[in-house]
């Protein structure tokens, strides 16, 4: 897991721009129907995890691309990137607001929004787990 992550690590920059790229590009078609699953009791829209999902790996790459050699990131860049993060989704559900046959939804922001969340805590605990490691092996 520790190459993984420092190979990683080289090459997140690259994947973030393509990931923020890909957001903004799909946030840009119109007219997207809605996918949901239809059960006898309610209707499970999978936007919203899709969202959760799409946010969760932003947040992960912004973390890893802005992390030093111990996979360490000091309060200052941590709340820089939380915030930034935080305001492209709300940003991104806006510009949507422009775009044909789409809307801006609370629902999506606050998909984005715990879709960041969920991917701090993982994120931290990856970084945990691979400085341990890291240590082990020295």
């Given at each position: 897991m520790l190459k993984l992550m420092i190979f990683l690590r080289t090459i997140s920059r690259y994947l973030l721009i393509a990931w923020v790229l890909m957001i903004i590009i799909l946030s840009s078609i119109p007219n997207i129907p809605t996918l949901k699953i239809h059960t006898a009791r309610v209707d499970i829209r999978l936007d919203h995890i899709m969202h959760f999902c799409e946010y969760g790996v932003l947040t992960?790459?912004?973390?890893l691309s802005f992390a030093g050699n111990e996979f360490k990131i000091n309060y200052k860049k941590f709340i820089l990137i939380t915030v930034s993060l935080v305001l492209f989704a709300v940003l991104d559900e806006l510009h949507q607001k422009l775009?044909?046959?789409?809307?801006?939804?609370i629902k999506d922001v606050l998909s984005n929004i715990s879709g960041i969340l969920a991917a701090i805590i993982f994120t931290m605990l990856v970084f945990?787990?691979?400085?341990?490691?890291?240590?082990?092996y020295e």
């Open positions: 992960f790459l912004a973390f775009i044909p046959g789409r809307s801006c939804n945990r787990s691979t400085v341990i490691r890291s240590k082990k």
